[in-house]
Every structure is written in structure tokens, then in C-alpha cells.
């Protein structure tokens, strides 16, 4: 079975620009989560998705950070401008159930 | 070896040796806690998982301990191998709600 896709694996980018970020999950899995990971902390839900709709962004900075899963299976995470904290490991993850499995993550570097 | 806590970041085990992580939880509600694996450069890895109506749950070579009472959370890893060096993290989930809250991690280094 694939796993969780994410692409790009790494991206720099200098503050004030704009990026986007792509998950697949694993086929039929109705919820798929972006998580931030800032080095040596544990990963930090922003959003979580079922199906479609959102169920909890309560922690994403919604004045630069968006997400959308219009169709219900891929995902992406965008943000604009970006600031030099936004530098963090965005890990996507998805569930069938309770369990939650995690892409490898896209690495950000904001200089 | 142990760890106590998430307030010990590295714990160093000898090759062979049985390593325990501890984990402290903050909520009393929460129903459902996983145990992650997380390799430098990799996404965590699901490694065992456990409900509030157990206090323990075998995996290969893991084992999950759950002390209600005390809201402590363990992972004991089995005649530890070099390839279980990574950062180990504990998650419990809030409410039933599929939302995750994980804890700082603790380091494994597994000497030779």
C-alpha cells in the first residue's frame, strides 16, 4: 500500500514570497491533516480535513496560510507572505480511522 | 536505560539492552494515545498505539504502558537495535476527535 505523498521535499524561498505545498494520501482515507513541525518540537496540527470540508483549522494563521482539498483526496497548503518563523518542517498526514500516518514532510527554509 | 518525562531529551542505551521512554500526558480525557518513531529527514512512523481501557499492549519487540492515574504513558523497545535510534514521540488524542497532541520527543542513541 502507497503511503503519503508530499511534494516538494525541500523548498527555500526568501521572506515575503509565496508557497505551496502538496499531499496525496493513502488511497481512501477520508481525513488528511497538515501538520507544522518547527526543529526539535513535536509536529503542531494547523488544519484537519474529512472529505472535503474542514473539521478544525483553530490553529492556522489564516492571515498567510490556507488550505484546500476541493475534491476530497489531494491537498494543498499555501502561504503568503511567507516569515522567517514559517521555517518548519509541513507534514500531511491521513486516517481511515484513528490511527494517523505521516508523509515525509516538505522542509521550508524562509531566508 | 530510562528517561523520565519529556524533560530528559536523550537517552543512550547500549546495543542489545532494553530502552523505556516515558511520556507525562496533560488530559485526563484523552482516550487514545500513539507512540511515534521519527528518523532524521523522515515523517513519524506509527510504531503502537493504545486505548484508555487497557494499561498495556504488546507489539513486536514494544510494549505500551498506560498508568491512568498518574497520566504517564511508557514505551519499552526490546534488546534495542541500532536502527531504533531516532527521536520517539508520544501523542494523545484530545476528545475523540482524531486531534493529535504530541509531546517534545525523546532522542534514542543506541551505542554499539
Known amino acids: 500500500e502507497a503511503g503519503v505523498a508530499q511534494s516538494p521535499r525541500y523548498k527555500i524561498i526568501e521572506k515575503r514570497q509565496s508557497v505551496a505545498f502538496w499531499c496525496n494520501p493513502i488511497?481512501?482515507?477520508?481525513?488528511l491533516y497538515w501538520y507544522q513541525q518547527i526543529l526539535g518540537q513535536g509536529p503542531k496540527l494547523l488544519i484537519q480535513?474529512?472529505?472535503?470540508?474542514?473539521?478544525?483549522d483553530s490553529q492556522l494563521p489564516k492571515d498567510r496560510f490556507s488550505a484546500e482539498r476541493l475534491k476530497g483526496v489531494d491537498s494543498t497548503l499555501k502561504i503568503q507572505p511567507a516569515k522567517l518563523e514559517d521555517s518548519a518542517v509541513y507534514l500531511c498526514?491521513?486516517?481511515?480511522?484513528?490511527?494517523?500516518?505521516f508523509g515525509p514532510g516538505t522542509r521550508l527554509t524562509v531566508l | 536505560g530510562e528517561s523520565v518525562g519529556l524533560h530528559l531529551p536523550t537517552l543512550s542505551v547500549q546495543e542489545g539492552d532494553n530502552s523505556i521512554i516515558n511520556c507525562a500526558y496533560s488530559?485526563?480525557?484523552?482516550?487514545?494515545f500513539i507512540w511515534y518513531k521519527q528518523e532524521s529527514g523522515k515523517g513519524p512512523q506509527f510504531i503502537i498505539d493504545?486505548?484508555?481501557?487497557?494499561d498495556k499492549r504488546q507489539g513486536q519487540r514494544v510494549t505500551v504502558l498506560l498508568n491512568k492515574t498518574v497520566k504517564h504513558l511508557s514505551l519499552q523497545i526490546a534488546a534495542t537495535q541500532p536502527g531504533d535510534s531516532a527521536v520517539y514521540f508520544c501523542?494523545?488524542?484530545?476528545?475523540?476527535?482524531?486531534?493529535?497532541?504530541f509531546g517534545t520527543g525523546t532522542q534514542l542513541k543506541v551505542e554499539l
Open positions: 498526514a491521513s486516517s481511515l480511522e484513528d490511527t494517523q500516518y
Open positions: 488511497s481512501g482515507h477520508a481525513t
Open positions: 480535513f474529512q472529505n472535503n470540508g474542514v473539521v478544525d
Open positions: 488530559n485526563s480525557a484523552s482516550d487514545y
Open positions: 493504545i486505548r484508555s481501557n487497557m
Open positions: 501523542a494523545e488524542n484530545l476528545l475523540g476527535g482524531n486531534k493529535l497532541t
